[in-house]
Protein backbone atom coordinates (compact mmCIF):
# COMPACT_ATOMS: atom_id res chain seq x y z
CA UNK A 1 0.00 0.00 0.00
CA UNK A 2 1.25 3.63 -0.83
CA UNK A 3 1.52 6.03 1.67
CA UNK A 4 2.06 9.70 1.16
CA UNK A 5 3.73 12.04 3.65
CA UNK A 6 3.97 15.86 2.74
CA UNK A 7 7.01 17.72 3.99
CA UNK A 8 8.46 21.34 3.09
CA UNK A 9 5.89 23.43 4.97
CA UNK A 10 7.10 26.56 6.99
CA UNK A 11 6.48 30.23 7.87
CA UNK A 12 7.36 32.78 5.01
CA UNK A 13 6.31 35.94 4.37
CA UNK A 14 4.01 37.36 1.35
CA UNK A 15 5.75 37.46 -2.13
CA UNK A 16 7.98 34.71 -0.90
CA UNK A 17 8.09 31.19 -2.25
CA UNK A 18 8.35 27.32 -0.54
CA UNK A 19 8.35 23.96 -2.58
CA UNK A 20 6.33 21.24 -0.96
CA UNK A 21 7.98 17.58 -1.37
CA UNK A 22 5.06 14.59 -1.33
CA UNK A 23 7.15 11.59 -1.10
CA UNK A 24 5.95 7.80 -1.37
CA UNK A 25 6.86 4.75 0.17
CA UNK A 26 5.79 1.43 0.38
CA UNK A 27 4.93 1.24 -3.40
CA UNK A 28 5.79 2.98 -6.46
CA UNK A 29 3.63 6.04 -6.75
CA UNK A 30 4.41 6.38 -10.75
CA UNK A 31 1.28 4.57 -11.18
CA UNK A 32 -0.83 6.81 -9.88
CA UNK A 33 -2.61 10.57 -10.36
CA UNK A 34 -1.87 12.80 -7.17
CA UNK A 35 -2.89 15.73 -6.14
CA UNK A 36 -2.25 18.72 -3.28
CA UNK A 37 -5.30 19.69 -1.29
CA UNK A 38 -5.43 22.29 1.58
CA UNK A 39 -7.47 23.38 4.64
CA UNK A 40 -7.41 26.79 6.35
CA UNK A 41 -8.68 27.07 10.21
CA UNK A 42 -12.14 27.13 10.01
CA UNK A 43 -12.67 26.02 6.08
CA UNK A 44 -12.89 22.82 4.18
CA UNK A 45 -10.61 21.13 2.28
CA UNK A 46 -9.74 22.27 -1.12
CA UNK A 47 -8.43 21.68 -4.47
CA UNK A 48 -5.07 23.17 -4.97
CA UNK A 49 -3.52 21.21 -8.12
CA UNK A 50 -3.29 17.64 -9.69
CA UNK A 51 -1.23 15.87 -11.66
CA UNK A 52 -1.12 12.65 -13.81
CA UNK A 53 1.13 9.59 -12.90
CA UNK A 54 2.91 10.38 -16.29
CA UNK A 55 3.27 14.23 -15.63
CA UNK A 56 1.67 14.85 -18.88
CA UNK A 57 -1.81 16.14 -17.30
CA UNK A 58 -1.90 18.85 -14.52
CA UNK A 59 -4.41 20.74 -13.28
CA UNK A 60 -5.17 23.52 -11.09
CA UNK A 61 -7.50 25.67 -8.90
CA UNK A 62 -7.92 29.18 -10.10
CA UNK A 63 -6.70 30.79 -6.83
CA UNK A 64 -3.35 29.26 -7.17
CA UNK A 65 -3.03 29.41 -11.13
CA UNK A 66 0.03 30.63 -12.59
CA UNK A 67 1.76 30.67 -9.26
CA UNK A 68 2.17 27.14 -8.13
CA UNK A 69 3.37 24.55 -9.88
CA UNK A 70 2.80 20.70 -9.63
CA UNK A 71 5.47 18.01 -10.67
CA UNK A 72 6.69 14.60 -10.40
CA UNK A 73 9.79 13.00 -10.24
CA UNK A 74 8.78 8.95 -10.48
CA UNK A 75 12.27 8.05 -10.26
CA UNK A 76 12.58 9.39 -6.95
CA UNK A 77 8.69 8.66 -6.22
CA UNK A 78 8.01 11.87 -5.28
CA UNK A 79 5.51 14.58 -6.18
CA UNK A 80 6.45 18.52 -5.72
CA UNK A 81 4.18 21.45 -5.39
CA UNK A 82 6.28 24.54 -6.35
CA UNK A 83 4.41 27.97 -4.67
CA UNK A 84 5.73 31.56 -5.81
CA UNK A 85 4.17 35.06 -4.78
CA UNK A 86 2.78 32.97 -1.99
CA UNK A 87 -0.21 35.27 -0.57
CA UNK A 88 -1.29 34.97 3.47
CA UNK A 89 -4.70 33.55 2.06
CA UNK A 90 -2.09 30.54 1.37
CA UNK A 91 -2.13 29.80 5.11
CA UNK A 92 -3.32 26.30 5.30
CA UNK A 93 -2.49 22.73 6.36
CA UNK A 94 -1.29 20.89 2.74
CA UNK A 95 -2.16 17.60 1.85
CA UNK A 96 -0.97 15.08 -0.70
CA UNK A 97 -2.93 12.14 -1.78
CA UNK A 98 -3.74 10.03 -4.53
CA UNK A 99 -6.27 11.41 -7.04
CA UNK A 100 -8.56 9.61 -8.98
CA UNK A 101 -8.59 12.58 -11.80
CA UNK A 102 -9.54 15.29 -12.16
CA UNK A 103 -10.11 15.47 -8.41
CA UNK A 104 -10.97 12.89 -6.19
CA UNK A 105 -9.17 11.85 -3.30
CA UNK A 106 -8.90 7.94 -2.23
CA UNK A 107 -7.39 6.42 -0.04
CA UNK A 108 -6.03 8.36 3.67
CA UNK A 109 -4.81 11.62 4.64
CA UNK A 110 -1.30 12.20 5.81
CA UNK A 111 -0.64 14.54 8.65
CA UNK A 112 -0.18 17.30 6.26
CA UNK A 113 2.85 20.11 6.32
CA UNK A 114 1.70 23.44 7.76
CA UNK A 115 2.28 26.92 5.29
CA UNK A 116 2.07 30.21 7.38
CA UNK A 117 2.47 33.03 4.99
CA UNK A 118 2.75 36.56 6.74
CA UNK A 119 1.68 39.62 5.18
Known amino acids: QVQLVESGGGLVQAGDSLSLSCAAS????????VGWFRQAPGKEREFVAS????????SYADSVKGRFTISRDNAKNTVYLQMNSLKPEDTAVYYC????????????WGQGTQVTVSS
Open 51 to 58: IGWSGGST
Open 26 to 33: GRTVSSYA
Open 97 to 108: IKIIPPSTPFGS
